[in-house]
């Protein structure tokens, strides 16, 4: 039996037909499942008055497609498909613009069954890790596990530090608390070139222990060269003088005990003390420093590791003595002269020798604890005068110096 089409244009029908396709298989029973066509509530704009999207409910599952986005079907715009509608009863069929659109899965997030008091929308981090907690490996979620148990309430942790930290305010006080943070910074910084101490030492001789200076091997090394320094007769001290030698040096050798044992210990520590000394005064030291002089390996190596900083220039690795190395070896120095003179020592005539600064050889000093007192001194480059010297002295228990904290004038602009 032929059957007879009419054309009616989409202007007539005023909606084209969707053909769709689902992303699980084909549908045995169609009646099952609620179609709905929803269109773009803007008719005007030319851009989205077309846009439709298709939704086809079933009891269990949701499918949604739609002819726009990233998720549609490009060939709608490069092709034109028709559908045709076949009446049984007239036998007539009536051809419709057509589109096609693919439906896929849509799961529900089953926040129906939260109550919407409670309902809290989930982060990014949230989603992951309940992916992870789903598909994820067994090491991602080790990792995860991991993670959870280390994690801890940042607004708990706050409150807690803030609470802890107002107590100690209320208790302490905020000048005391700065004052606190004050000490413990120097401290912090002078810990860094005074020589190893003992403050609950019971002897003073205790308190910087002679063999933190310079270990039993170091010193049985010095034999050689304190000998040599025990055998320098007046002439040589004459000629050490003419050679700006330090003047502290020449004290100790003019004052050398005549007993054999203690002359042979003083005599090895002035040796050390004028090592020191040099090295201070020198920009860069090399492996070869001191060799000429005859000191030995030990000594000069222990110098370099404790009293240089190393750095690399042009390829090559250099030792040089910087500010904070010069200050530890004044610590060092200082430390070595309380054991050549029953605890006590010249400061001025170190800080002169050694080109430090009055202020930063009394900083030193204030550091290791110990106590100041001024000395008139008889001075034999110009005669029949006298100079007043800084001393110091170790006594028990150590003086603890308040550190001052002087804001800087600020200049008047004229």
């Not at 008719?43 to 726009?68: C, M, Q, T």
């Not at 200076?213 to 000629?239: C, H, I, R, W, Y």
């Not at 220039?313 to 070896?329: A, E, W």
Request: hydrophobic share 35%; proline share 3%.
């Amino acid at each position: 039996m032929a059957a007879t089409c009419e054309w009616k244009p989409c202007e007539e029908t005023g909606q084209d037909a969707f053909i769709v396709k689902f992303s699980n298989g084909h549908v045995k029973n169609a009646e099952q499942l609620d179609f709905q066509l929803l269109k773009h509530a803007d008719g005007v704009n030319p851009r989205k008055k077309n846009r439709r999207i298709v939704v086809a409910e079933s009891d269990r599952l949701p499918y949604v497609g739609n002819n726009f986005g990233s998720g549609s079907l490009q060939c709608n715009n490069l092709c034109r498909y028709f559908v045709g509608v076949l009446d049984k009863r007239t036998m007539q069929m009536k051809v419709h613009n057509a589109q096609l659109s693919f439906l896929s899965l849509c799961l529900s997030s089953g926040e129906s069954a939260v109550d919407e008091n409670t309902k809290q929308a989930e982060t990014y981090r949230e989603k992951v890790d309940a992916l992870i907690e789903a598909f994820g490996t067994t090491k991602q979620k080790r990792a995860l596990s991991s993670r959870k148990l280390n994690q801890v309430g940042n607004d708990t942790l706050q409150q807690a530090v803030a609470l802890a930290a107002k107590n100690i305010i209320d208790q302490k006080g905020v000048e005391t608390l700065r004052n606190e943070v004050v000490e413990t910074e120097a401290q912090t910084d002078t810990a860094l070139f005074l020589p190893p101490c003992n403050p609950e030492a019971d002897k003073p001789e205790d308190v910087y222990p002679f063999d933190q200076l310079l270990s039993p091997n170091e010193f049985e090394a010095l034999k050689d060269v304190g000998a040599k320094m025990a055998a320098l007769t007046a002439e040589d001290l004459q000629k050490m003088r003419a050679e700006n030698s330090p003047q502290i040096v020449l004290r100790h050798l003019e004052s050398l005990p005549n007993e054999e044992a203690a002359r042979d210990r003083q005599s090895r520590c002035i040796w050390y003390l004028s090592f020191l000394i040099k090295a201070s005064l020198q920009r860069r030291l090399s492996f070869k420093f001191g060799s000429e002089d005859g000191c030995p390996r030990i000594i000069i190596n222990k110098v370099l590791k404790d009293f240089t900083v190393e750095s690399f220039h042009s390829g090559c690795l250099r030792n040089t003595v910087s500010s904070s190395m010069r200050m530890k070896l004044a610590a060092h120095c200082l430390a070595l002269l309380l054991h050549m003179s029953d605890q006590t020592a010249d400061l001025t005539l170190l800080h002169r020798d050694m080109g430090i600064s009055d202020v930063k050889m009394l900083e030193v000093a204030k550091a290791m604890g110990l106590t100041l007192c001024r000395q008139s001194a008889y001075s034999r480059e110009e005669a029949g005068t006298h100079d007043e010297h800084r001393m110091v002295s170790l006594v028990l228990p150590l003086v603890h110096y308040e550190r001052r904290m002087e804001r800087r004038k600020r200049k008047r602009m004229n």
